[in-house]
């Protein structure tokens, strides 16, 4: 029954070791969301895809990175984590003009 | 820019009483929709009410209810009957209509429900 999948829920990566998070949804919403969230924070919209137009918001370290081969798949790299890139990493769908869908999330630990 | 401000970090209610979440957004458009959305302990965020700018009725979903001013930019949550399963964040939210979708939070409420 789950719509939005998010893997793995937990994930630990060394400092400086890229590590990739992934998300599938079974909704065929054209809308992907990235964000991230630290400890009792409001979620950070990291960038969102429209259909194949990534939108990367300006504030986002270049450090991460998103790619989504098709509409059911959207990743999300981070180069080389540092400890301040550990927090709770949300993916969402919608369809245009309705509300969002999210994935239970996968909490990164950077050790 | 969109912005939107939750000016209540924690709230409490009693069981069965009444509770309103404050929400006020900054905004240049004219339509656009305003969600809030909860967060339970287990993480996974849900959509509790949404509220399109362009309809002037305050929309409800059995317990809940909003007071929605446009004019103030003002979009405030009801709950009434508060349960113990309501305990959570909760999370107000805005998105431009018909753009680019971009889906913008407010920092939240923890509301907390006593028994």
């Known amino acids: 029954d789950a719509m939005v999948i998010q893997n793995p829920r937990y994930q630990v990566t060394q400092f400086g070791k890229p590590v990739t998070l992934s998300c599938s949804q079974t909704?065929?919403?054209?809308?992907m969301y990235w964000y991230q969230q630290k400890s009792s924070q409001a979620p950070k919209l990291l960038f969102h895809y429209y259909d194949k137009d990534f939108n990367n918001e300006a504030d986002t370290p270049d450090n991460f990175q998103s790619r989504r081969p098709n509409t059911s798949f959207c990743f999300l790299d981070i180069r080389s984590p540092g400890l301040g890139d550990a927090a709770m990493y949300l993916c969402?769908?919608?369809?245009?003009?309705?509300?969002?869908?999210f994935g239970q999330g996968t909490r990164l630990t950077v050790v | 820019a969109q912005t939107v401000t939750q000016s209540q970090p924690e709230m409490s209610v009693q069981e069965a009483e009444t509770v309103t979440l404050s929400c006020t957004y900054d905004t240049s458009e004219s339509d656009y929709y305003l969600f809030w959305y909860k967060q339970p302990p287990s993480r996974q965020m849900i959509l509790v009410i949404r509220?399109?700018?362009?309809?002037?009725q305050n929309a409800t979903e059995n317990r809940f209810s909003v007071n929605f001013q446009k004019a103030a930019k003002s979009f405030s949550l009801k709950i009434s009957d508060s349960q113990l399963g309501d305990a959570a964040m909760y999370f107000c939210?805005?998105?431009?209509?018909?753009?680019?979708?971009?889906?913008?939070f407010g920092k939240g409420t923890k509301l907390t429900v006593n028994p």
């Open positions: 509220q399109e700018a362009y309809k002037q």
């Open positions: 969402a769908t919608s369809r245009l003009n309705t509300e969002a869908f």
């Open positions: 909704l065929n919403h054209n809308v």
């Open positions: 939210a805005y998105q431009i209509q018909g753009g680019s979708e971009k889906l913008v």
